[in-house]
């Protein structure tokens, strides 16, 4: 430790208290943490679940740990310094925060967390005061302290979070929540930041759940059997209310802020997006048209959702084929909670005279497409495969096509007038391949 100079205490903690100091050789200024338990060898220290969890998650949205240091049998963790929180920064606002300055901050946040699951750990604290940011322009998660790997095994301690952002399943003592609570808690700091006061400041368990119901309404048996077996287990009965719509709560907000708001505040935790989903909200979709999808590649598929291919829109509207008895046997895919938030499933197809191509779900009709559709050139039917055919689209019109839609996230458009069309012309390697048809060589193609 006397490699820094102590400046000025920060803040006192219930497991230790933080100062901030300067380093003597390079005058860095970082944020150093002290804790009050003693630890007697460097394995006790390093099996601590701060240390663990910051070992492994390296996020530009996320505090980074410089060093552990134990002297006398005393641990300090060594931080990056960042002059703020988002408590401060609320607190000390003299207006309310556009929305642009908003949604900067809770994408930063939803980053951190995207990283945070991807990798096995969810928060468990998550608070404006564990938010560290340099003004609006940068936010970092912090105090990991409390975090849990998600493959370690339940049940979890009843008490994680402040009240004020503690999930309802929290409250009513389940004992096996997971990474949803971190989504609940930045719905609250969501409505906060709108708001610039707390959504629920219940005084007790109770109470904040009489304040969640105030608000969001009673729950609905059917949709939470878990909550009521676990409100029953605590003699608790849940309030009678109808609720308050969020637009009157949160009056600033803009209808996609109230979506995703809505969403990340529901009852039951798998009716939750997950922090890749929530990213995908029209909310973060600036400059684009909200019936607009984000781009997908490829067919993904996990337990909570399925998500199809991109394609063309004429086929959509085209008759589906009776499907073959093998492929009516099949179970069918799990449906996209999400579509109608997020524009619609997207569904591909195969233009011209080819079948639609059914990824998800049997029936219905596709609601949404997207901005890749463009670059499909229609395809041509062809009655005998003697040669490989090439189809050449119109010389740059797939690009402009594309680059002309509004991206997503960042809300820019690119002058497309500056592409030049560049002619491409089809080679041919006359090359035996299996019945010996002659063979395309697709990278002298687009490289001559």
């Known amino acids: 430790m006397n490699r820094y100079v ?75 310094y960042m002059r703020g929180n988002l408590y401060q920064l609320i607190r000390d606002a003299e207006r309310p925060f556009p929305e642009p300055v908003l949604r900067n901050i809770i994408y930063q946040v939803l980053q951190g967390l995207a990283h945070m699951h991807r990798h096995g750990f969810f928060h468990r604290d998550l608070k404006p005061e564990n938010l560290l940011c340099a003004g609006a322009e940068l936010v970092k998660i912090a105090d990991l302290g409390l975090a849990r790997e998600v493959r370690s095994r339940p049940p979890y301690t009843d008490y994680v979070s402040t009240r004020w952002y503690r999930a309802p399943e929290v409250l009513l003592h389940d004992t096996r929540y997971g990474a949803p609570i971190d989504l609940w808690a930045l719905g609250c700091i969501m409505a906060e930041l709108y708001t610039g006061r707390p959504l629920f400041p219940g005084n007790s368990e109770i109470d904040q ?7 969001l309404g009673t729950p609905d048996r059917d949709d939470w059997p878990e909550g009521y077996a676990l409100a029953e287990g605590l003699r608790f009965r849940f309030p009678s209310s109808a609720g308050v719509p969020l637009a009157r709560v949160v009056p600033s907000a803009s209808p996609s802020a109230l979506a995703l708001l809505a969403a990340l505040m529901r009852y039951p935790p798998r009716d939750r997006p997950t922090a890749p989903q929530a990213l995908r909200f029209p909310y973060f979709a ?51 909670r999400f579509a109608d938030i997020l ?66 996230v960042t809300g820019s458009r690119i002058d ?3 592409f030049r069309p560049l002619p491409l012309r089809a080679h041919r390697e006359a090359t035996a391949v299996g019945s010996g048809a002659a063979r395309v060589d697709w990278a002298a193609k687009y490289l001559r």
């Open 343 to 408: 524009g619609g499933e997207v569904v591909h197809e195969a233009s011209g005279e080819q079948p639609l191509r059914r990824v998800a779900g049997v029936g219905g009709e596709a609601r949404g497409r997207s901005v890749l559709a463009a670059l499909q050139p229609p395809a041509q039917h062809v009655p005998a495969p003697a040669q490989p055919l090439v189809s050449l689209a119109p010389p740059g019109a797939a690009a402009a096509a594309y680059l002309s839609a509004a991206r997503y």
């Open 416 to 418: 497309t007038s500056l």
């Open 209 to 215: 759940l009489h304040k969640i119901c105030a608000i």
């Open 286 to 336: 600036v400059g684009a048209a909200l019936v607009l999808p984000p781009p997908a590649s490829r067919a993904r598929r996990s337990s909570t959702r399925a998500e199809v291919e991109n394609v063309p829109e004429k086929a959509a509207r085209s008759p589906v084929p009776a499907l073959p008895l093998h492929a009516a046997l099949q179970p069918p895919a799990l449906r996209d």
């Open 6 to 80: 102590v400046l000025q205490q920060l803040g006192d903690g219930t497991y230790g208290s933080v100062v901030l100091a300067q380093r003597r050789d390079t005058g860095e200024k970082v944020a150093i943490k002290r804790m009050k338990r003693k630890y007697y060898s460097w394995d006790e220290a390093m099996n601590l679940r701060e240390v663990k969890s910051l070992k492994k998650l390296n996020h530009a949205n996320i505090v980074k740990l410089r060093e552990v240091i134990r002297e006398n049998d005393t641990l300090y963790f060594v931080f990056e």
